[in-house]
């Protein structure tokens, strides 16, 4: 079936996998800051996002390594610590998830340097009315497809504030760009099964609910597979994170029968700590014959950011393939929008 072109263009009908092919390119994408105006010194870093728009924060949170704290808020209320030292950050793509536009009124009050990140909507209106910066991003749509573009409009930001160094991050990033560009044509759809890694790994995937496991550098990709699985494939999925996963969730697959709907994906990569890759491996031997074995897929390149970016891509290219296994399109998420109306009903 997913070797059948003809089937996949027919149910892919918004392009995702052509959006996946190109999305190395987004890293290339350059962004000015609209409104500019200098920045005082910045002593904490707060995001506030949803869904697809808080993935890339999550990207940022892992690379560069930054000076300063940060926190990504997934509500309608900020942390008490939010002052005028405080980059804040409000990232929608739609510019209109009104959890977002209600920790933008109050960080504002409460004097924060704002940054706002969206595509339209509200948060464009408030930024133009108020002269928050504001970056605007391209139409790709879904959130979730323009999480890399998101990420090299907060890389301009923290650029922009001071706290992190171009010429570090520029180069490095066009780098992991050039490494990814040369990766993903291994899983273009007409690439055959039979030499297809993605396609391979989403026919093991197909029907199960998938549980991702990645230890803390790999957990922002691990999230964007949960995601990905959620909203792509409309299939249940859940992460966690090592070593976090051994005092506790471990046990949970101890005293139930081995063949559960679930599918186990673990994802690995030679830089976390000893500690964590040496966990993976006690985990998988003592949970043999508790729980479906594991789907390994180790995070190739030599640096942190490459390794990240390729997880990432390759997660999508897996949910992709398996939503066109239950053949249906990946794009829409009607229940989402349906909800939304509901709210304000």
């Not at 200098?38 to 728009?53: C, E, K, L, Y």
């Not at 239950?326 to 109306?341: A, H, Q, R, Y």
Request: aromatic share 10%; with cysteine.
């Amino acid at each position: 079936m997913l070797d059948d072109l003809k089937y996949l263009h027919e149910k892919d009908q918004s392009d995702a996998l052509g959006v996946a092919a190109k999305e190395a390119a987004q890293l290339r994408d350059t962004y000015e800051i609209k409104n500019p105006q200098p920045f005082n010194q910045v002593r904490n870093i707060v995001h506030a996002g949803m869904g697809g728009s808080a993935l890339p924060a999550m990207l940022a949170q892992a690379w560069p390594v930054l000076p300063e704290p940060f926190e990504i808020v997934r509500n309608y209320d900020i942390p008490p610590y939010i002052n005028q030292d405080t980059l804040f950050i409000a990232d929608s793509y739609s510019g209109n998830t009104e959890e977002t536009v209600s920790a933008l009124e109050q960080a504002a009050a409460k004097g924060a340097q704002v940054v706002v990140i969206a595509s339209g909507g509200k948060l464009q209106a408030m930024a133009e009315e108020k002269g928050y910066r504001f970056v605007q991003l391209p139409k790709v749509g879904q959130p979730r497809y323009a999480m890399f573009c998101n990420y090299k409009a907060i890389l301009t930001a923290l650029v922009s504030a001071g706290l992190a160094e171009a010429e570090k991050v520029y180069p490095v990033l066009d780098s992991a760009a050039d490494f990814l560009e040369r990766a993903i044509p291994a899983w273009l759809p007409t690439v055959p099964t039979k030499d297809n890694p993605a396609k391979q790994l989403a026919q093991e995937l197909i029907g199960k609910s998938v549980v991702v496991y990645g230890g803390p550098k790999m957990y922002a990709a691990a999230y964007k597979w949960k995601i990905s699985f959620n909203e792509n494939a409309k299939q249940v999925a859940w992460v966690n994170q090592l070593p976090e996963f051994n005092h506790n969730e471990f046990i949970g697959w101890s005293k139930q029968p081995v063949d559960k709907p679930y599918a186990i994906v673990d994802l690995r990569s030679n830089l976390e700590h000893p500690r964590v890759q040496k966990r993976f491996e006690v985990t998988a031997r003592l949970l043999s014959g508790m729980r479906p074995e594991p789907h390994v897929v180790q995070a190739q390149g030599e640096t942190m950011l490459e390794q990240l970016l390729w997880m990432v891509a390759y997660g999508d290219f897996v949910s992709l393939y398996v939503a066109l296994l239950n053949g249906i399109n990946p794009t829409p998420v009607d229940l989402v929008e349906s909800f939304k109306k509901a709210l304000d009903e």
